[in-house]
């Protein structure tokens, strides 16, 4: 084991004007959303499967008394038709993804979340942040003593703090992809 790494990102979200495409029957998420008037376009929304014929073939059948019967088999025939729909435009107000704060280190850091500040919060107006997520990531850094190679497993954070920095470790390797290690199979010397 050489080295401790962790991350903690905090998504931050800033309310907006929005203009999109979309069907006329598919109405965007968001505030106040409406189509813009005028803006229907017909277009190729998709294709069905439609009957098209009949190709058939005489087969014959052994009565089994020496003699035979004919009858007539049929398969449809089937082809491809475009289905129209109307694209339109839409616009309104929603929230969506601005930024992201992220902290990070090592085991000598103690890992923290970055102190944000919001543009009025808790309001929904043009120009207004919100916090979305929080995520964090605990990362043990291991080196193979068999060769140059390394890698990263990721454990909770109460375990991620207990694992000693230059402990040894034993565990198995995937063949078939580098630098992947069964992290699930490691067992300390």
């Given at each position: 084991?050489?080295?401790?790494?962790?991350e903690r990102s905090i998504s931050i979200q800033e309310y907006d004007e929005f203009t999109d495409e979309d069907w006329q029957d598919s109405r965007p998420a968001g505030d106040?959303?409406?189509?813009?008037?005028?803006?229907?376009?017909?277009?190729?929304?998709?294709?069905?499967?439609?009957?098209d014929g009949e190709t058939c073939q005489n087969v014959r059948t052994d009565n089994g008394d020496g003699t035979f019967s004919q009858r007539q088999q049929c398969t449809t025939?089937?082809?491809?038709?475009?289905?129209?729909?109307?694209?339109?435009?839409?616009?309104?107000?929603?929230?969506?993804?601005?930024?992201?704060?992220?902290?990070?280190?090592?085991?000598?850091?103690?890992?923290?979340?970055?102190?944000?500040?919001?543009?009025?919060?808790?309001?929904?107006?043009?120009?207004?942040?919100?916090?979305?997520?929080?995520?964090?990531?605990?990362?043990?850094?291991?080196?193979?003593?068999?060769?140059?190679?390394?890698?990263?497993?990721?454990?909770?954070?109460?375990?991620?703090?207990?694992?000693?920095?230059?402990?040894?470790?034993?565990?198995?390797?995937?063949?078939?992809?580098?630098?992947?290690?069964?992290?699930?199979?490691?067992?300390?010397?």
């Amino acid at each position: 084991m050489t080295d401790h790494e962790w991350e903690r990102s905090i998504s931050i979200q800033e309310y907006d004007e929005f203009t999109d495409e979309d069907w006329q029957d598919s109405r965007p998420a968001g505030d106040n959303v409406t189509m813009i008037a005028g803006s229907c376009q017909r277009q190729q929304r998709s294709t069905r499967r439609v009957a098209d014929g009949e190709t058939c073939q005489n087969v014959r059948t052994d009565n089994g008394d020496g003699t035979f019967s004919q009858r007539q088999q049929c398969t449809t025939n089937y082809r491809e038709e475009p289905v129209y729909d109307q694209m339109c435009r839409w616009e309104g107000f929603r929230w969506e993804e601005s930024r992201t704060e992220t902290t990070s280190g090592d085991l000598g850091d103690r890992p923290y979340w970055e102190d944000i500040d919001l543009d009025c919060e808790g309001q929904s107006r043009v120009g207004c942040e919100r916090e979305d997520e929080r995520s964090e990531s605990y990362e043990v850094l291991y080196d193979n003593t068999d060769d140059d190679s390394s890698y990263r497993c990721a454990f909770p954070q109460d375990q991620w703090e207990d694992i000693p920095v230059e402990s040894l470790w034993n565990g198995q390797a995937r063949a078939l992809i580098p630098n992947s290690l069964l992290c699930e199979t490691l067992e300390r010397q």
